[in-house]
């Protein structure tokens, strides 16, 4: 299977970090539409929310989404790529699509940990830690929605990359 993976879920769930591993193990491209959105820009996600608004971040979003996906490679994508109806039902279409499923608890001592993981400006204004349950609660929905496969995202790196291989093994057969 050639198909693009894309990888979705909340912010720290673990898409980056699994999605190299995953790439390593499958000897596939990897690639982040965060990043391709960035490099495209020459600014940060921050700098384009503040100069032009998340509707506008939004738009550059879908764009690099659709410029990254390509056979042979998994892709990270942003936490809120699900919001857009059109980029829910492109990854469908054009990909296997798996939910890094996290609790936030985990979310909450990953972000706390790292909080370089956080480039991007704050959702709803809050700390951290009530954000991260607050954005998931309005988002769990739309993950599950848009997901072929859902995997426990809260295991180590590695045994979730075991997961998805196994997962993919078994819908290939
Ligand atoms: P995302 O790309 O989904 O925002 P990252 O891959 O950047 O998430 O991970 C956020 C932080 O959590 C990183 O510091 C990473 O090392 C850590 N991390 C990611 N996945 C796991 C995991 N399965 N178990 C423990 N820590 C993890
Ligand atoms: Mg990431």
Same mark, same amino acid.
């Given at each position: 299977?050639?198909?693009?993976?894309?990888? @979705?879920?909340?912010?720290?769930?673990?898409?980056?970090?699994?999605?190299? %591993?995953?790439?390593?193990?499958?000897?596939?491209?990897?690639?982040?539409?965060?990043?391709?959105?960035?490099?495209?820009?020459?600014? &940060?996600?921050?700098? @384009?929310?503040? %100069?032009?608004?998340?509707?506008?971040?939004?738009?550059?979003?879908?764009?690099?989404?659709?410029?990254?996906?390509?056979?042979?490679? /998994?892709?990270? &994508?942003?936490?809120?790529? @699900?919001?857009?109806?059109?980029?829910?039902?492109?990854?469908?279409?054009?990909?296997?699509?798996?939910?890094?499923?996290?609790? /936030?608890?985990?979310?909450?001592?990953?972000? !706390?940990?790292?909080?370089?993981?956080?480039?991007?400006? &704050?959702?709803?204004?809050?700390?951290?830690? !009530?954000?991260?349950? !607050?954005?998931?609660?309005?988002?769990?929905?739309?993950?599950?929605?848009?997901?072929?496969?859902? /995997?426990?995202?809260?295991?180590?790196?590695?045994? /979730?990359?075991?997961?998805?291989?196994?997962?993919?093994?078994? %819908?290939? %057969?």
């Amino acid at each position: 299977m050639t198909q693009p993976i894309f990888l @979705i879920g909340p912010r720290g769930c673990g898409k980056t970090t699994v999605g190299h %591993a995953l790439a390593r193990a499958r000897h596939f491209q990897f690639s982040d539409t965060d990043h391709r959105l960035q490099a495209h820009e020459q600014r &940060t996600v921050a700098e @384009i929310v503040q %100069a032009e608004g998340w509707t506008r971040f939004r738009e550059l979003e879908t764009l690099s989404l659709k410029a990254v996906t390509l056979p042979d490679t /998994v892709i990270a &994508t942003g936490g809120g790529i @699900i919001l857009a109806e059109c980029n829910r039902q492109f990854m469908r279409e054009n990909g296997v699509v798996i939910y890094l499923q996290a609790s /936030v608890s985990a979310l909450i001592d990953r972000l !706390e940990a790292y909080p370089k993981a956080e480039q991007r400006p &704050t959702l709803t204004g809050k700390p951290v830690r !009530e954000e991260v349950g !607050e954005v998931l609660a309005q988002r769990e929905a739309l993950y599950r929605d848009a997901a072929h496969h859902i /995997v426990d995202a809260t295991a180590s790196p590695d045994r /979730v990359v075991e997961q998805i291989m196994t997962m993919l093994c078994g %819908a290939a %057969a």
